[in-house]
Each structure stands twice: as structure tokens, then as C-alpha cells.
């Protein structure tokens, strides 16, 4: 098989990273860890409207195919985990559970609490919810007592941005706003700042991951595609996108094949 020049190191900078980046090898004083924990990620968790287009329906997931999800997770023996589980385990080497597995809902849609929040209760897991600060309290979103709710029974509340733009072609002090300011409503409505941001639309830059971390947050998820995770790497995690079509086999699939 020819490889091309720009293939070529692409694949030999994917190699290199696994060869150092191995977990518990130390570099330079710096233990470097990677950790296999699939983040799954879900939009709506609903039955879609008649008028639906092809992007609502594919970010649709059924609470029927939703509870066969968590059903599925919980028979083979996936542990649900918190991102701050994930991040103790990359940054402190505290132990997860043998199959860990994080539940990521985006947008803050008012469904979460309807559908997702008492399922997961059900079945004795945990999730995260990734809210926008300007979309709280109107139709069709969650309101901050929902929110505060769903905190106080374990779940986490996550940082979505103010108003969910495309962060990477803001200027720097806009960007700083989208982040803090949606960090300082749920401290004010939930008591604590959250500690993780979703790029809004998953597009960001440079400067954006620096606002990210500057304005308190301890990591930051994409939407790039992975299930293999790096202390080197907190503020590009990877997720596991979530279809109406993934049924339990796919979802199987889906977290396992980087193994």
C-alpha cells in the first residue's frame, strides 16, 4: 500500500503519540496516562416532531432506544462515570471501574429531565448535562431549578457557552464571555462552577481552549470521534455520537472498536 507524504506523518505521529503516551509512562517528570472510556454523546432524548428534519430525527434518540441503551450498558457490564472520575483517573491515577462509560447530553433541552434524568435514576447511573446559559428557563429548554434537581441527585452540570455561536471565529473577549459568563449563572443557580465545557457546535481554536482553561474549567469536549482519552490532551476529548439509528448492537460496536 503507497502512502502518501502527508499520510505517511499522520500515521507516524499516531504511533508516536501511542509509544509515549502509554498509560503510567513517565516523561520529563510528567506521568503520561490514556485511558479507553467511551463519552457518549446524546441531543435529544425524545420522540421527534412530524415536521422533523433529517437533523433533528438523526440527533433524536427515542426514550424507548434510550432505555435499551442503559439496559444493554448495565447487562455487559458498563460502570457509568462522571467527567471529574475521568479526570481524577488521567490527572491523579485514581482507579475507574474495569468497563467505565460517561453519558453526555448536549443543548440543555427540557426532554433531559423528562426522559433521560429518571432513567438513568432507574438504573442507578449517572450522566452529564452540558446547559447554555441564555437558553435556561425558555420553551423547550431546562429551567435552573430542573438543573439544580438533577445536581443535587448526582448528576453533572456542564458549561455549553451563553448563546452557542461558533466560538473559533470570535474575537478572544467574546469567547471569554461565552465561557465565564455561563460558568458564573450556574454557580449563582446551582452554588459551584462547572467544571467541564462542550464547544458549542464543536468548533474551536486555540483561543478558545486557552479561555476554556482560563476561566476555571478542568477539560473540554469535542465532537471529533474517539473513545481513547489523554492527560495530555484535557481540553480535546473525544465523544461517541449517539444516532436514532445506533440500537444496542451499533452502540456496542461504536465504544469498542479502538480497543
Given at each position: 500500500m503507497?502512502?502518501?507524504?502527508?499520510?505517511?506523518?499522520?500515521?507516524?505521529?499516531?504511533?508516536?503519540?501511542?509509544?509515549?503516551?502509554?498509560?503510567?509512562?513517565?516523561?520529563?517528570?510528567?506521568?503520561?496516562?490514556?485511558?479507553?472510556?467511551?463519552?457518549?454523546?446524546?441531543?435529544?432524548?425524545?420522540?421527534?416532531?412530524?415536521?422533523?428534519?433529517?437533523?433533528?430525527?438523526?440527533?433524536?434518540v427515542t426514550?424507548?432506544?434510550?432505555?435499551?441503551?442503559?439496559?444493554?450498558?448495565?447487562?455487559?457490564?458498563?460502570?457509568?462515570?462522571?467527567l471529574r472520575q475521568l479526570w481524577d483517573a488521567l490527572e491523579k491515577g485514581r482507579k475507574l471501574p474495569p468497563k467505565p462509560v460517561i453519558l453526555t447530553f448536549d443543548d440543555g433541552y427540557d426532554d433531559a429531565h423528562q426522559h433521560a434524568f429518571p432513567r438513568l435514576q432507574e438504573m442507578d447511573m449517572?450522566?452529564?448535562?452540558?446547559?447554555?446559559?441564555?437558553?435556561?428557563?425558555?420553551?423547550?429548554?431546562?429551567?435552573?431549578?430542573?438543573?439544580?434537581?438533577?445536581?443535587?441527585?448526582?448528576?453533572e452540570i456542564g458549561n455549553h457557552?451563553?448563546?452557542?455561536?461558533?466560538?473559533?471565529?470570535?474575537?478572544?473577549?467574546?469567547?471569554?464571555?461565552?465561557?465565564?459568563?455561563?460558568?458564573d449563572k450556574i454557580k449563582e443557580a446551582l452554588g459551584e462552577r462547572p467544571e467541564f465545557f462542550c464547544y458549542p457546535l464543536g468548533r474551536y481554536n486555540d483561543m478558545t481552549m486557552n479561555v476554556v482553561k482560563q476561566t476555571g474549567h478542568l477539560a473540554a469536549l469535542t465532537t471529533a470521534d474517539g473513545t481513547l482519552h489523554f492527560n495530555g490532551n484535557l481540553y480535546r476529548l473525544t465523544r461517541v455520537r449517539v444516532r436514532n439509528t445506533t440500537n444496542p448492537t451499533a452502540l456496542e460496536w461504536l465504544i469498542n472498536r479502538w480497543i
Open positions: 503507497k502512502f502518501s507524504r502527508r499520510r505517511f506523518l499522520a500515521t507516524a505521529a499516531a504511533l508516536g503519540t501511542q509509544l509515549l503516551v502509554g498509560k503510567g509512562v513517565a516523561a520529563q517528570g510528567r506521568t503520561y496516562r490514556r485511558i479507553h472510556c467511551p463519552i457518549l454523546m446524546y441531543h435529544y432524548v425524545d420522540y421527534p416532531p412530524e415536521d422533523a428534519d433529517a437533523v433533528r430525527m438523526d440527533l433524536t426514550p424507548e432506544l434510550f432505555s435499551e441503551h442503559l439496559l444493554h450498558l448495565q447487562t455487559f457490564g458498563y460502570t457509568s462515570v462522571t449517572v450522566g452529564t448535562f452540558f446547559i447554555i446559559g441564555n437558553f435556561m428557563d425558555q420553551p423547550g429548554y431546562l429551567t435552573w431549578e430542573q438543573a439544580l434537581e438533577m445536581k443535587k441527585a448526582g448528576m457557552s451563553l448563546t452557542h455561536p461558533d466560538m473559533s471565529k470570535m474575537q478572544p473577549s467574546d469567547q471569554f464571555n461565552e465561557a465565564n459568563i455561563t460558568a
